[in-house]
């Protein structure tokens, strides 16, 4: 009996390091196998293959005195452990690479805004907007081409004359395009226009009677110049307003219609005047001075 007893003993002792070595053996194989799966992808991917002694090294576990003595009752032979120990020479290793900083990109300077030089300012003065002597308004220069288109006459001729009329009327106070209105009705333009009644140029003035308004240094043919023509034009049609009070009838002296009730020629003058006012792009607003008329 105890004999049996201890064979018995033996025996579970003898199965107990057996199935220890079998799970030892079956996780060394999976750990094998994890390892050159992991070996295979690298190498796949262009890198260095993975030795298993870059992973790890599995300690031997050393068995025990009675392991070893039912193993050795059992008639088993044992394989001692083999120490993992290996030279430098045997190990396989990807070397490490030194870090290093991504090189900074350069950093470009600010862009300035870009302003261009202004020049020519100096020459207007103090008033950016101010005109050119003898350049037209905006107005004039729409009406200019009107005139050029309806009435057939060149822009170099009709130029000098819109050009003093904006001159003369901002002068004595009356608007431009009534003074175009009148040459419109008196001339159509014409500045070699000459009357029945010896009446000259874009105006029609009678030199006889406005010859105060010339000057005593004028030739007899003054009055074709369009710029003096203008000029005196507008002197006769401001003298007629000093005298009667209302444009109305300074038009009527300006015309020698001052006997005429229905005022005729003012109605003419200042119909085309609204018309030029529409070419103009201007709002066909009276005058403080047409209101009173």
């Known amino acids: 009996m105890k004999h049996a007893t201890r064979f018995n003993a033996l025996a579970r002792r003898t199965g107990g390091a057996a199935t220890s070595l079998v ?25 260095a293959p993975l030795q298993f ?21 059992l008639g088993l032979r044992v394989t001692p452990p083999v120490s ?56 004039m220069a729409r ?11 060149s822009e170099t001729a009709i130029v000098p004359a819109l050009a003093a009329a904006e001159a003369s009327a901002q002068e004595l106070g009356f608007d431009p395009l009534l003074i175009v209105a009148m040459m419109a009705v008196e001339s159509s333009f014409n500045p070699r226009a000459v009357s029945n009644m010896g009446a000259q140029g874009l105006m029609q003035v009678i030199p006889r009677y406005h010859q105060d308004k010339l000057g005593a240094n ?25 005298r009667y009070g209302s444009l109305q009838r300074a038009l009527q002296y300006y015309n020698g219609a001052l006997k005429d009730p229905q ?31």
Do not use: C
């Open 23 to 47: 799970y030892g053996a079956l996780f060394s194989a999976g750990l094998l196998g994890t390892v050159h799966m992991v070996a295979a992808n690298g190498a796949a991917d262009g890198g």
């Open 143 to 153: 009406v200019r081409d009107w005139i050029t288109e309806n009435y057939r006459v």
């Open 84 to 139: 993992p120990a290996v030279t430098l020479a045997d190990v396989s290793y990807t070397p490490s690479v030194p870090f290093r900083r991504a090189t900074e990109q350069p950093v470009e300077p600010a862009l300035k805004a870009f302003s261009p030089a202004v020049t020519g300012l100096e020459v207007l003065g103090e008033d950016p907007f101010a005109q050119d002597e003898g350049e037209l308004s905006i107005e």
């Open 218 to 242: 004028r030739g007899k043919n003054a009055l074709f110049d369009p710029e003096v023509n203008v000029r005196v034009g507008t002197l006769v049609l401001h003298e007629g307003l000093q």
């Open 53 to 73: 002694s870059d992973a790890f090294a599995l300690p031997a576990a050393e068995p025990t005195t009675s392991e070893l003595s039912m193993v050795s009752g």
């Open 263 to 293: 005022a005729r020629y003012t109605r003419k003058v200042m119909s085309l005047k609204k018309r030029l006012m529409l070419i103009a792009g201007r709002d066909v607003v009276r005058t403080s001075l047409e209101q009173a008329s």
